[in-house]
């Protein structure tokens, strides 16, 4: 097999194993690819925290929804970039709308931000507080390898050595953590 089919197959059965369930395989995909989607987010956003929500957004969409990636027409890692980037967008746009809406308002005292705009920014406010509850939710050492993970953008060999334990144990511990963000999100939104 050629590199590229050889990654093509790789990636197939990482979803595939994802699509199962198995929080390994998101791990593995996680390792491969985080610093490249907190890269496409953080470029977008220009706000180090902001792209650290776009990439937990972007891993638990993979979770939840590997099931419908069609990698007959791009790779894992173009589909995670292309995700990455839209959600990055998508960000940038609620930010965009909501500081014009501000700035509109406070040039003209008189204008009051209407009910579609209050629900609008209620709802990306209602988001980011959800999933800060699902990761204050998380057992003290899965929450402290998220942050770093995610928020601090640290590889899984970072992780381990900023915390002084087995690279295993952090992949683990950040699987493990997936699973139950992506868990406890699903039942919020049923």
């Keep these: 097999m050629a590199p590229t089919e050889a990654n093509a197959h790789h990636d197939e059965v990482l979803v595939a194993r994802i699509v199962a369930g198995d929080d390994s395989a998101l ?3 996680y390792d491969r ?6 890269g496409v987010a953080r470029r977008i956003v220009r706000d180090p925290v902001a792209a650290e929500d776009v990439c937990q957004e972007v891993f638990v969409h993979l ?14 890692r173009g589909w995670l970039s292309v995700l ?11 930010h965009e709308s909501a500081r014009r809406r501000e700035e509109k308002t406070r040039d003209d005292p008189s204008l009051d ?3 579609v705009d209050l629900a609008e920014h209620a709802a990306g406010q209602d988001r980011a507080q959800r999933a800060r509850r699902a990761v204050a939710s998380l057992p003290a050492d899965q929450r402290t390898v998220i942050e770093l993970a995610f928020w601090g953008g640290r590889s899984y060999t970072q992780v381990a050595e900023e915390l002084g334990i087995p690279e295993g144990t952090a992949k683990s ?18």
């Design 27 to 29: 791990g593995e995909v």
């Design 33 to 38: 690819t985080a610093t490249m989607v907190h």
């Design 63 to 76: 979770w939840c929804n590997a099931a419908k990636i069609d990698l007959g027409r791009c790779s894992l």
């Design 84 to 94: 990455a980037h839209r959600r990055a967008v998508d960000w940038v746009r609620r």
């Design 113 to 115: 931000a209407t009910v």
């Design 173 to 190: 511990r950040v699987r493990l953590a997936l699973a139950k963000l992506a868990t406890i999100l699903a039942e919020e939104l049923d």
